[in-house]
Structure formats: C-alpha cells, structure tokens
C-alpha cells in the first residue's frame, strides 16, 4: 500500500460508519477505513464502497501508515468501554499532534477524561456529537464538536463539508468548547428529542382517544401541521407513519406494540440537570413515560381494575385540533427553553463559552429535531447573545401569551377523556411557575426550619441574611447550614 495517501481514517464500520465515509468519499476526501471484525472492511470496499477512493486496511498499523499528517482518525464504536479501548490501540502508533475524534454518543464526563490524558501525551482529541440518523450521516448530518480546541483547525474543512447546510449554504457544525462540551450539546438535543417525541405521541393520543381520529385522519392532521410552525421532521415523519399500511391493507401503527426502548442519553440529561438544579422537567417526564410504557404487563392487567373517564369524544373537530395543535407548539418551546437553560448552567459549571445561538443553527438542519421553530432560537439570540432565558424573547413570550387559553383547553380535554399527558402537563406546570413571582416555597422553608433548623430568609431582610425560628418554644438556639442545589 502507498503510504500517506488518505486525509482520515475511520474505524467502525456500522451503519454511521460507513455512511459517514461515503459522504466524505463524495465530497472528495479519501478515507482509510478499519474495523475489529476484519472481514467487514473487505466487505465494505467490496460493496458499498465499491469504485470509490476509500482505501481498506486490516490493522491499526496499516490504517496509521494511510494517513497524512497530522493523522486523523475518527472512532465510530459503541460508547465506553469499547473508546478507551480503542484509544490505547491506537496510541503505540500515533505522534504528537495527531487527532483522535470520537464520533458516538459517549458521555461528556469520558470526554473530559480523555481529552485531558491524550493532551498530556501530546495528542489531541475531539469529542463530536453526531446526529440525523443513517439518512443525515450518509448526506448532511449535524455536527457537535468540541474537545482540545488545538485539533478544530485540522477537522474543520471535513467536518462543515459533510454537515447538513441550512440557509445560504451554512453548515450545521461549528466548534462547541473545551473538553466534553460538544457530547454534552449532544446529550441535550438527544434528550429534546426525547421531549419532542413524547409531545408528539401525546398530540397523537389526544386526537385519537378525543376524535376517534382514524390512522388517515392523524395522517392528514400532521401533514397539515408540518406546512405550518410545527414544520419539522418529526412531524413530517409522523405524517408518513399514519400513512404507512401493513402487508393487510391495515395501519401498521395500530400493529405495534406501545412499549418504548431508550439508550440512556435522556436519563443523563435528567441526571445533569438534577445535578445542576435545573428544572428541567419535559425531558424527565418523557424518560419516565418511556419507563411505564416499558411495563406493558402491568399496565394491561391495572386498566382492568381501575376505571377511567365515561367522557364522550368531541364534536367540535376543527376547534379541538388547534387546541392540540397549539398545546404541543407551546410546550415545544416549554422544552426547548428548559434545555437551554440546562446548557446556561452546564457552561458556567464547566467554564465553557457555549454559542447558544451556534447551537440553534446546528441544529437547524441534519438532526432528529431539525425544524423551523430552531431558527426562531437562533434569532433570539442574535437579538440578545445575553439572553437570559428564551420566554423572554419577544417572540416566544407573545406566542406562549396568545396562545395559552388553547393550551390549558387541551389540557382539560384530557383530563376529562382520561388521557395522561404528563409532558403536556409538567410544560404548563412549569409555565405557571416560572411566571408566579411568588411561589409557595415559603412554606416549604418554613416546614424545613420547623424539623430540621434549616434556615429562611425574608422578604423584609436583605438576600444572604438567614434566619431560624423557635417554632415550639422547645427548640435550641442552634441553626443547620444551608445550601442550593
């Protein structure tokens, strides 16, 4: 083999794998492929990759001897574990300042890691969310690198080439930050996808159960709904689904059974988020949704117990879908403000200088969650790179104002057809609370003084001054330490 001839190398040939190197072939780059199980990289170059430039190679060795220099190699393998092990494969072999990318969904905490133990060793490391699927990394998907920032200017023309292009040819990747930002902004668009998901079903299970809507009537809701502001992927593939038939002529969507897998970027999200005391409520509520619909048996053998809702579907057909309609568009921006807030606090916790709008535009086009409604983001915060929180952009908080009756209608159909909606609910709820200037808490600091010692301050008082209270007249004089989580 020629030595030195290709721009990257690959290793791990599933599914993004291997669509990811085709794309790259196709915009002119030659790639260096390799995988574990041997046979697969013949296989590859003997099919799929067929009358390219991508060259096959049947070890580590001979993938590195391939490669210009500084040498590329991007990891497409399953996350833990299977990285580190890979990355110690690699480093017998590699100089520094040669870049290792890890392209799969690992966990921004690894990616910390590793890029501080390749650093020491002079080589550098970029940690990259990937999204959009077989179909986004095969033509465009988007890209969320972050890393060692040194390695960003040896990447970026391969990366923004291959990326989904959105507006006057903008590509859907940028630089993110240091260390694991860029698998954090991952795990966060994973885990609005989650929201996004369960808002959808939700709208589906209303419509179904309020409407006795058939599969080709939800089927024409959603089509109709995508050419407006919920114009989006999802919506658009969930149109298609409802149009889908099964080898009998029947809906297929009606053969499937209602029982949800996940992979774990959700829960992390929801761990992060507890962990920075971020109220990120949506994406918990969508993870959990997913946990009982996992308890199928359970759940069949309950309904037979306890009773539900006699109320009679509605009448007023065109009223109700708009209701609905606009229930899920408001709770929709419910999620997405909730995530960035997420984001807010994960950079001031990691030092990391986070473009939020950046952010909205990677996720513009390529990705599962790629809609309109995320360029509305990006122009919030071009307006205001400060922005605060997204409900106090213009535009968001004009559509929530005018569009909250319909919300709270929708809700109240639900709860008299006996249809859980937690992520349509826990939205409102979060909407109620977040415009209450004064909340309940005040018990609650009452109470945890009450038992525990714990402390409160006034309204009277200035912020910082805590004070504790005899409450029995029995109590000591001696107060617990506080803390916010």
């Known amino acids: 083999m020629q030595k030195e001839i290709c721009d990257i190398g690959l290793i791990g040939l599933a599914v993004m794998g291997q669509n990811l190197v085709m794309n790259m072939n196709d915009h002119g780059y030659r790639v260096a492929v390799f995988n574990r199980t041997v046979s697969k990289v013949d296989d590859f170059i003997a099919h799929e990759a067929a009358g390219t430039k991508v060259v096959g190679t049947h070890s ?17 393998v399953k996350a833990g574990e299977t990285v580190d092990h890979m990355i110690d494969a690699l480093l017998p072999h590699l100089e520094k300042g040669d870049i290792v990318i890890d392209g799969g969904n690992s966990h921004y905490p690894d990616t910390n890691r590793r890029t501080t133990f390749l650093s020491g060793k002079g080589i550098l490391f970029i940690g990259t969310g990937v999204s959009g699927g077989e179909e986004g990394a095969r033509r465009g998907p988007s890209i969320m690198p972050g890393g060692n920032p040194a390695a ?115 829960k992390w999200t929801g761990i992060s988020a507890l962990e920075l005391g971020a109220p990120v409520t949506l994406i918990g509520e969508a993870v959990f949704a997913r946990c009982l619909s996992a308890m199928k048996e359970e759940r069949v053998a309950i309904s037979k117990i306890l009773a539900g809702s006699k109320h009679p579907a509605a009448e007023d057909h065109k009223s109700f879908i708009e209701d609905a309609r606009r229930a899920l568009y408001c709770s929709k921006v419910i999620s997405y403000a909730q995530g960035y807030m997420l984001l807010r ?41 400060q922005l605060s929180n997204l409900l106090a952009d213009e535009f968001f908080s004009k559509l929530l104002n005018d569009y909250q009756p319909s919300w709270r209608r929708a809700l109240v159909r639900a709860i008299e057809q006996g249809v859980p909606t937690p992520a349509f609910t826990t939205a409102l709820s979060f909407y109620d609370g977040i415009r209450t200037a004064r909340l309940p808490a005040n018990l609650l600091q009452a109470q945890r003084d009450f038992f525990g ?33």
């Open 152 to 266: 960003w200017p040896h990447v970026k023309e391969i990366f923004q080439a291959i990326a989904a292009k959105v507006e006057a040819g903008t590509p859907c990747c940028d630089w993110v930050g240091e260390n694991g930002a860029g698998h954090y902004v991952k795990m966060v668009h994973n885990g609005i996808e989650y929201g996004d998901m369960q808002l959808i079903c939700e709208a589906y299970h209303l419509l179904k159960v309020g409407l006795n809507l058939s599969a080709q009537e939800l089927h024409e809701v959603f089509a109709e709904w995508n050419k407006g502001e919920l114009d989006s992927f999802l919506i658009d593939i969930t149109s298609q689904i409802f149009a889908k038939k099964d080898e009998d002529g029947t809906p297929l969507i009606d053969k499937i059974l209602d029982t949800a897998g996940q992979k774990g970027t959700g």
């Open 453 to 485: 010692a714990h402390t409160y301050e006034r309204v009277d008082k200035p912020r910082g001054q805590f004070f504790h209270t005899n409450w029995t007249g029995r109590g000591g004089r001696v107060a617990s330490g506080t803390y916010n989580a």
């Open 345 to 385: 606090e994960a950079a001031k916790e990691q030092a990391w200088n986070l473009n939020l709008g950046g952010i909205a535009l990677m996720w513009r086009g390529g990705c599962i969650i790629r809609s309109r409604f995320l360029g509305k983001i990006k122009e919030a915060y071009d307006k205001n790179p």
């Open 60 to 76: 580590i060795a001979e993938l590195i001897q391939a490669l210009k220099k500084p040498r590329r190699v991007m990891l497409m």
